[in-house]
Nanobody
Framework: QVQLVESGGGLVQAGGSLRLSCASS????????VGWFRQAPGKEREFVAA???????AYYLDSVRGRITISRDNENTAYLQMNSLKPEDTAIYYC????????????????????WGQGTQVTVSS
């Protein structure tokens, strides 16, 4: 069982930066791919970025590519570095994990992920 806890959200002006963290419990986080999703008020949850279990492969939403970077350490934390933030990035950001064992598979569909955090609010003011 994996438990995920996000942190690092907050209020930032347009053009600013935030780094979100996703901390996992359990000893085998390195066997899980990690995804970040976001949900703005009145909108559906959307994919932002995903990284495979060893950090060797990553995918991004087109509108965030070049501004947002997903990464992970060798232990139990994944990150979402967000630069040049825009008001339209305002949302609750969720991290999610999916067990992929020894595969380099990188899921990007929300339905694929079995474990989710509670979310962290990111607000970008104009």
């Amino acid at each position: 069982q994996v438990q995920l806890v996000e942190s690092g959200g907050g209020l930032v002006q347009a053009g600013g930066s935030l780094r979100l963290s996703c901390a996992s419990s359990g000893p085998t986080f390195s066997s899980y791919a990690v995804g970040w999703f976001r949900q703005a008020p009145g909108k559906e949850r959307e994919f932002v970025a995903a990284i495979n279990r060893n950090g060797g492969n990553a995918y991004y939403l087109d509108s965030v590519r070049g501004r947002i970077t997903i990464s992970r350490d060798n232990e139990n934390t994944a990150y979402l570095q967000m630069n040049s933030l825009k008001p339209e990035d305002t949302a609750i950001y969720y991290c999610a994990a999916q067990y992929t064992a020894g595969s380099d598979y990188t899921p990007i569909l929300a339905a694929t992920f079995d474990y989710w955090g509670q979310g962290t609010q990111v607000t970008v003011s104009s």
